[in-house]
């Protein structure tokens, strides 16, 4: 047995513990590297599935050999302890087997999203100082295009039929395979399927702490460039231990992983939480309302968690209202508010679909992995994002400060424990602007969040201090878009800002200001558009562009896009169209 160290006790002021029910206040942490934490998994329950992948399945003894088996084929590439790796998948097993892998070799992995345009990719490579690169085939010329700027030395290809049963890879083929141009001779290029195939020595064993650093994921910097998230193996294994404690989790559990492995909602709950638990991921690579109905009918998962817009999707689609739904037995959402509408139209579906759950609403972010509050199980309080995970402390302090508000005052929500991100990568100011050392002489993670606490200790998500908006599910950076847009030749001023929106929870749009007024038509609204995608992703470009011949400001000079704003939701209202609260 693995010697481990109990968490720091939460203090026993917390008014919320007493709402824990069977969930222990403490957890105990194995002092070990994420890699081995998952070893100890497969040696607890070795013949459990792991993962289930469109009907190819491993059981945790046959994923620890995949993942050693690809651990000796990266050192052979030259992956050595400290190397990044930067990987670039969607939910599939290579994208894990190759998290692991590195992760066992001491070496740091760096998650992006693989429809990044070239510039983003580059941007992201040169950030992490990447030695090598994996991702799909369908994405090479991107990538490729990236790697020119950056100094890889290895791009890893795999493709989605690798880990396909039989006939579904004919259906890949006939349906997407075919229209995948073919990668060109690239002497940098190694194919996922061969390494695996060939064989290696082993390593030399790495001695790794927990806590090393593990994962990189970015989010937006005050810049508007995105950052490094710096986590550390103790971070991954503390919030998956808490979620998996938090949702009872056990072998005989499956849950349904359909947020993405390079978002921490991702990665932290949909894979390595379950892998904490020993229950059974079953992959979905591409989310559509259609694919996910037809795996809650047909795998039957036990848990399913996401963002509101899948439940909005759910509740109106025939094959998850006409499905059994008897085999949940849990339902979690995060990333946004979720309206009640949905959240009772959910549960109705499916006690009328033979289930009896509650649709529970969390908070997290990527600077802590992400969940780290939920409500408890069987609990409701209208309007809360839940109370805290074992060993995770939370509080409200005064905006711009460190003092604790008074119980129901509004203030800047911080966060403590062990699931907190050690800092920003290469960005020591960003780090200790939002890691501070307090009176007590912890150091809290401000989260830019706007939020209250009741007297019972549940919290209550008000609003985000720092600019952001959510885009189906996603973190859009206003900072970001406006800085692209003021690259474009013909821009003066940008400013972004984001609306309500049905399908999206929120739509991005930009107003520019143009160095020529003249030039204002729809031909350059598309011509700024196309710039935005040929930069960002497509989450993050402007759905529309309104221009004006000035931008109103603040009495201290600044861009008032909070006026901008609160006219465009005006606007909604006088038209009936607004769908806020």
């Not at 952001?468 to 001023?493: F, R, T, W």
């Given at each position: 047995?693995?010697?481990?160290?109990?968490?720091?006790?939460?203090?026993?002021?917390?008014?919320?513990?007493?709402?824990?029910?069977?969930?222990?206040?403490?957890?105990?942490?194995?002092?070990?590297?994420?890699?081995?934490?998952?070893?100890?998994?497969?040696?607890?329950?070795?013949?459990?599935?792991?993962?289930?992948?469109?009907?190819?399945?491993?059981?945790?003894?046959?994923?620890?050999?995949?993942?050693?088996?690809?651990?000796?084929?990266?050192?052979?590439?030259?992956?050595?302890?400290?190397?990044?790796?930067?990987?670039?998948?969607?939910?599939?097993?290579?994208?894990?087997?190759?998290?692991?892998?590195?992760?066992?070799?001491?070496?740091?992995?760096?998650?992006?999203?693989?429809?990044?345009?070239?510039?983003?990719?580059?941007?992201?490579?040169?950030?992490?100082?990447?030695?090598?690169?994996?991702?799909?085939?369908?994405?090479?010329?991107?990538?490729?295009?990236?790697?020119?700027?950056?100094?890889?030395?290895?791009?890893?290809?795999?493709?989605?039929?690798?880990?396909?049963?039989?006939?579904?890879?004919?259906?890949?083929?006939?349906?997407?395979?075919?229209?995948?141009?073919?990668?060109?001779?690239?002497?940098?290029?190694?194919?996922?399927?061969?390494?695996?195939?060939?064989k290696h020595p082993e390593p030399p064993a790495v001695e790794i702490s927990t806590h090393d650093p593990a994962i990189i994921m970015y989010s937006g910097g005050t810049t508007g460039r995105p950052k490094g998230i710096v986590l550390s193996h103790q971070n991954?294994?503390?919030?998956?231990?808490?979620?998996?404690?938090?949702?009872?989790?056990?072998?005989?559990?499956?849950?349904?992983?359909?947020?993405?492995?390079?978002?921490?909602?991702?990665?932290?709950?949909?894979?390595?939480?379950?892998?904490?638990?020993?229950?059974?991921?079953?992959?979905?690579?591409?989310?559509?309302?259609?694919?996910?109905?037809?795996?809650?009918?047909?795998?039957?998962?036990?848990?399913?968690?996401?963002?509101?817009?899948?439940?909005?999707?759910?509740?109106?689609?025939?094959?998850?209202?006409?499905?059994?739904?008897?085999?949940?037995?849990?339902?979690?959402?995060?990333?946004?508010?979720?309206?009640?509408?949905?959240?009772?139209?959910?549960?109705?579906?499916?006690?009328?679909?033979?289930?009896?759950?509650?649709?529970?609403?969390?908070?997290?972010?990527?600077?802590?992995?992400?969940?780290?509050?939920?409500?408890?199980?069987?609990?409701?309080?209208?309007?809360?994002?839940?109370?805290?995970?074992?060993?995770?402390?939370?509080?409200?302090?005064?905006?711009?400060?460190?003092?604790?508000?008074?119980?129901?005052?509004?203030?800047?929500?911080?966060?403590?424990?062990?699931?907190?991100?050690?800092?920003?990568?290469?960005?020591?100011?960003?780090?200790?602007?939002?890691?501070?050392?307090?009176?007590?002489?912890?150091?809290?993670?401000?989260?830019?969040?706007?939020?209250?606490?009741?007297?019972?200790?549940?919290?209550?998500?008000?609003?985000?201090?720092?600019?952001?908006?959510?885009?189906?599910?996603?973190?859009?950076?206003?900072?970001?878009?406006?800085?692209?847009?003021?690259?474009?030749?013909?821009?003066?001023?940008?400013?972004?800002?984001?609306?309500?929106?049905?399908?999206?929870?929120?739509?991005?749009?930009?107003?520019?200001?143009?160095?020529?007024?003249?030039?204002?038509?729809?031909?350059?609204?598309?011509?700024?558009?196309?710039?935005?995608?040929?930069?960002?992703?497509?989450?993050?470009?402007?759905?529309d562009i309104e221009f004006r011949s000035e931008l109103p400001l603040t009495l201290i000079g600044k861009v008032d896009y909070k006026h901008l704003q609160d006219d465009e939701i005006e606007k909604l209202r006088s038209s009936g169209a607004y769908i806020g609260?």
């Amino acid at each position: 047995m693995l010697l481990a160290r109990k968490g720091r006790p939460v203090t026993t002021q917390a008014p919320w513990l007493k709402f824990y029910g069977e969930v222990p206040a403490n957890l105990d942490y194995p002092q070990v590297s994420l890699y081995q934490a998952l070893a100890q998994t497969a040696q607890r329950c070795p013949d459990a599935v792991a993962y289930d992948f469109f009907g190819y399945t491993a059981t945790y003894q046959e994923m620890l050999a995949e993942i050693d088996t690809f651990a000796r084929a990266l050192a052979a590439c030259g992956l050595r302890p400290a190397d990044r790796i930067t990987i670039s998948m969607p939910t599939s097993p290579q994208g894990i087997i190759a998290v692991y892998a590195a992760l066992k070799l001491g070496a740091v992995v760096s998650l992006i999203h693989p429809l990044s345009p070239p510039k983003e990719i580059a941007f992201f490579l040169q950030v992490s100082k990447s030695k090598m690169v994996l991702t799909l085939d369908t994405f090479y010329p991107a990538v490729s295009e990236a790697m020119k700027e950056s100094a890889v030395e290895t791009l890893i290809l795999t493709r989605i039929p690798d880990y396909l049963p039989l006939l579904k890879k004919w259906g890949f083929w006939l349906a997407k395979g075919r229209k995948i141009a073919k990668v060109p001779a690239d002497p940098k290029v190694r194919w996922f399927a061969d390494m695996m195939a060939a064989k290696h020595p082993e390593p030399p064993a790495v001695e790794i702490s927990t806590h090393d650093p593990a994962i990189i994921m970015y989010s937006g910097g005050t810049t508007g460039r995105p950052k490094g998230i710096v986590l550390s193996h103790q971070n991954f294994i503390a919030e998956g231990l808490q979620v998996a404690a938090w949702a009872h989790m056990n072998p005989q559990d499956s849950i349904l992983a359909i947020l993405p492995i390079f978002h921490g909602f991702g990665l932290g709950v949909c894979i390595n939480s379950v892998f904490m638990g020993g229950g059974k991921a079953i992959l979905v690579p591409q989310f559509t309302a259609d694919i996910v109905a037809k795996m809650i009918k047909n795998k039957r998962p036990s848990i399913i968690v996401g963002v509101p817009t899948l439940y909005e999707a759910l509740i109106h689609h025939p094959v998850f209202l006409n499905a059994d739904l008897s085999c949940l037995r849990g339902a979690f959402v995060g990333a946004d508010r979720l309206p009640r509408s949905v959240k009772e139209t959910f549960e109705a579906a499916v006690a009328k679909s033979g289930g009896s759950i509650k649709l529970l609403e969390g908070y997290g972010l990527t600077e802590a992995v992400t969940a780290i509050m939920c409500m408890p199980m069987g609990e409701y309080r209208e309007g809360s994002i839940g109370i805290p995970f074992p060993d995770m402390e939370a509080k409200v302090v005064e905006i711009g400060g460190t003092k604790t508000t008074p119980t129901e005052q509004e203030g800047e929500l911080c966060l403590h424990g062990p699931a907190v991100m050690q800092g920003y990568l290469d960005q020591p100011e960003e780090t200790a602007a939002t890691l501070k050392e307090h009176e007590d002489g912890k150091t809290w993670l401000h989260t830019g969040d706007i939020a209250h606490m009741d007297a019972d200790g549940f919290f209550y998500f008000r609003s985000r201090l720092k600019r952001m908006i959510k885009s189906s599910g996603m973190n859009v950076y206003p900072a970001q878009v406006e800085d692209i847009l003021c690259q474009h030749p013909q821009v003066e001023q940008a400013c972004v800002i984001g609306l309500p929106d049905q399908a999206q929870i929120e739509r991005v749009k930009s107003f520019v200001v143009l160095k020529n007024p003249a030039q204002a038509n729809p031909e350059t609204e598309k011509a700024l558009i196309d710039h935005c995608r040929e930069h960002l992703i497509k989450w993050s470009c402007p759905r529309d562009i309104e221009f004006r011949s000035e931008l109103p400001l603040t009495l201290i000079g600044k861009v008032d896009y909070k006026h901008l704003q609160d006219d465009e939701i005006e606007k909604l209202r006088s038209s009936g169209a607004y769908i806020g609260d």
